[in-house]
């Protein structure tokens, strides 16, 4: 079935230094999200991606996170500066259609922050 | 606003019992609602999903869930569990909006002890 990859699989970086996740979404899909998940607990949203802009972010989208989709390419989330509480597992996914969708999800990006 | 709650953080059962995990969304229009599973390492792959008609609808690997407007909710149920079938477990909400906004509950680790 449709797969959404991510690149790379783990990272560990320090603390202070910009990181880039990328990731490869379903190649017809419209919309773009990143969801952030620490420790194997709960999936935090933190936003979402349509037509070149960002549509909808939570708190957690800090000033230091910024996602983009260059010219239909990778979406990526980038982190600048890291900070300590950014290590989690980051998955991003992708949809077809804005709402009541399924929604497909990558295997997710683990970063380390040291 | 929209928010799902799933009450059981943890769900053991053993092999060959039948499982209900519970979920309660909240959302004042017509929701969609999907099951979601994580194996270890792994990302999210749709159990399955419900959008209107038939409140019970059928999922893979045995899995169904029945959607509930009076009770605001949608359990997953299985009539025989296997080890396999170990994960963690996410109800999910999409509302129709411009934004797909995906609202996640907080998971249920099941496991099935041999």
Same mark, same amino acid.
Do not use: A, E, R, V
């Given at each position: 079935g449709p797969k959404v990859l991510q690149i790379p699989s783990h990272q560990i970086i320090d603390m202070g230094q910009m990181v880039t996740l990328n990731c490869d979404p379903v190649s017809n899909h419209l919309y773009f999200y990143w969801y952030k998940q620490i420790l194997g607990q709960q999936m935090e949203f933190l936003v979402n991606f349509y037509n070149g802009k960002v549509m909808e972010k939570s708190k957690?989208?800090?000033?230091?996170f910024s996602v983009e989709r260059p010219d239909g390419s990778y979406f990526t989330l980038k982190i600048q500066p890291t900070a300590l509480e950014d290590s989690a597992v980051y998955f991003c996914a992708s949809s077809l259609?804005?709402?009541g969708t399924e929604v497909f999800f990558g295997k997710g990006t683990r970063l380390t922050v040291v | 606003a929209q928010s799902v709650t799933q009450p059981d953080a943890r769900v053991t059962v053993s092999e060959g019992a039948s499982l209900q995990l519970r979920c309660k969304y909240s959302y004042s229009g017509t929701p969609y609602l999907f099951w979601y599973v994580q194996y270890p390492r792994q990302g999210l792959q749709l159990l399955l999903k419900y959008y *209107?008609?038939?409140p019970v609808v059928q999922g893979v690997n045995g899995f169904e869930a029945e959607f509930s407007k009076s009770n605001s909710s949608f359990h997953l149920r299985k009539a025989s569990v296997h080890w396999s079938d170990s994960a963690v477990y996410f109800c999910v909400l999409s509302g129709p *909006?411009?934004?797909?906004k995906v609202v996640f509950g907080t998971g249920t680790r099941l496991q099935v002890l041999p």
């Open positions: 957690l989208f800090k000033d230091q259609q804005g709402s | *209107s008609g038939d *909006s411009n934004t797909n």
